[in-house]
């Protein structure tokens, strides 16, 4: 027998990526001892779970050649659905797309698939130490470092899908997977969206009973932005400290009636030994009302290797501790002083007044390295900005936007700004930037245009030049 005939063998009758050929195997149900190809050929020998559109099996490769850096490890995951229905389909090529999109350590490598044949399937990295879900029965109180090993690397791993503006929306136990030196990787990004979603783009709701947060469970799906995940970041933190599956707990959780503040009980109700840090940092992600979250996994995650590094912790920059403190009548006055019409309607819409800011003469807006994710619209007044101590530029330009790349970016500041004289802005959170330039593309607009003429005045592959010659902050 040929090489060609025994893969053919091997992939079925057609030899075509996706067929199957099994002893055990029944019709379109792969099972024990089923290989399957796609550019490699593997085999299955044991099923890992099953969810609602398919199963995750171990497999072997059997091309495995360690001469090759392109070919899988032996050992792998696969994921088959166990429909080819229009939703299956769907909930795989999104996984698969969003998982090819990001490439981090704290998420899974996708080594090889097909869509095609009788078998869709995705072959991934396997993690032999399983879910957290699997051993949160056996692992008692856990302590208090692995905790905050949890919250760091799913924050890491979400920071990273935000950027490329993707939502996970299924963060649970049973979907962070253990990588076997203390630390934890997120998978399953197969109900995966974009940070904006419209009401009917979703087919059905999305994530798990217990861990869904508020919007989520209400469909609520205009407000499905990155402080959705960041709650699932929270409630599996909580679950992992309390040691309680809240998918069999879902009593827990508190719904919205107007006097809960979060969606769980603290959790010194469960565990007094936790330090108030812990529980402070776990129940800033538990609000019922997203706007009291925080407002980007950066902001956590600084604060969470900050702890980490034994740094101290700045819990609020000037700007963001005095959103809202201004009355209606002194922003009222700031309105009557723009000139810009969209600005204007911008401005007077309901809800945004609490975003106005006033800072004084002298005042640092936001410090060179520091890491404030926040961005300023500016109103009226002028503000310097500088790095190491040297002015680079003023900015008194009404509707100018100050630190969108940093906010956006998840990057320390690289620039100082401080108010020369009196100066009016609207701060802005990562989650709120993002849905203020969706809301209002003609702003979105400007932002693209404004940093597209600060590119364009950096000279081309010299770096030295290029730290010199910005004359506009990117932070």
């Known amino acids: 027998m040929t090489d060609d005939t025994a893969t053919q063998v091997a992939a079925g009758r057609s030899g075509k990526p996706g067929s199957v050929e099994s002893a055990e195997a029944s019709g379109n149900q792969p099972g024990f001892g089923t290989e399957l190809r796609a550019r490699y050929r593997y085999r299955l020998y044991k099923k890992l779970g099953r969810g609602a559109f398919g199963s995750v099996f171990l497999a072997r490769c059997l091309d495995r050649d360690p001469r090759r850096d392109d070919c899988p490890p032996e050992s792998v995951a696969l994921k088959i659905l166990g429909s080819r229905r229009g939703r299956a389909t769907e909930l795989l090529k999104r996984e698969l797309s969003a998982m090819l999109a990001l490439e981090h350590d704290r998420i899974p490598r996708v080594f090889d698939w097909t869509l095609e044949g009788d078998t869709a399937f995705v072959v991934m990295e396997y993690f032999p130490s399983g879910s957290l879900r699997d051993v949160m029965p056996l692992q008692g109180a856990v302590e208090e470092e692995a905790i905050w090993r949890l919250l760091a690397d799913l924050l890491q791993a979400l920071d990273v899908a935000h950027r490329a503006s993707l939502l996970h929306l299924d963060i649970k136990p049973a979907n962070v997977l253990l990588d076997g030196n203390a630390g934890y990787v997120l998978t399953d990004f197969g109900v995966s969206q974009a940070s904006r979603i419209e009401r009917g783009l979703l087919p059905f709701s999305v994530g798990s009973r217990g861990y869904q947060a508020p919007e989520q469970k209400e469909e609520r799906f205009d407000q499905y932005d990155l402080r959705t995940d960041l709650w699932g970041v929270g409630a599996t933190a909580w679950a992992m400290a309390t040691g309680m599956n809240l998918a069999e707990r879902s009593d827990l959780v508190r719904e919205d009636d107007g006097n809960a503040i979060y969606g769980l009980p603290p959790l010194s109700e469960f ?205």
């Not at 995650?301 to 980490?308: F, H, T």
């Open 271 to 475: 565990r007094i030994n936790l330090s108030p840090e812990l529980e402070e940092v776990i129940m800033s992600l538990l609000h019922l009302d997203p706007g009291a979250r925080p407002g980007s996994v950066a902001e956590v995650l600084a604060r969470v290797q900050a702890k980490s590094s034994g740094a101290e912790w700045a819990a609020d920059t000037f700007a963001a501790a005095h959103r809202g403190s201004v009355s209606d009548a002194e922003i009222d006055e700031v309105i009557e002083t723009l000139v810009d019409p969209l600005l204007i309607s911008i401005c007077r819409r309901r809800g945004f007044r609490g975003y106005f800011v006033k800072f004084e003469d002298g005042e640092v807006m936001c410090a060179e390295g520091e890491k404030s994710y926040y961005a300023l619209l500016l109103l009226k007044g002028t503000v310097v900005v500088s790095r190491n101590e040297k002015e680079l530029t003023r900015i008194s330009r009404e509707g100018s936007f100050l630190g969108e790349v940093a906010t956006l970016a998840s990057m320390p500041r690289t620039a100082t700004m401080e108010a020369s004289g009196a100066v009016w802005a609207c701060v802005l959170n990562a989650a709120e930037l993002e849905r203020f330039l969706t809301c209002n593309p003609a702003m979105a607009l400007r932002v693209i245009r404004y940093m597209a003429h600060r590119l364009s005045k950096i000279p081309p592959l010299d770096e030295k030049r290029l730290d010199d010659s910005r004359s506009e902050p990117t932070s």
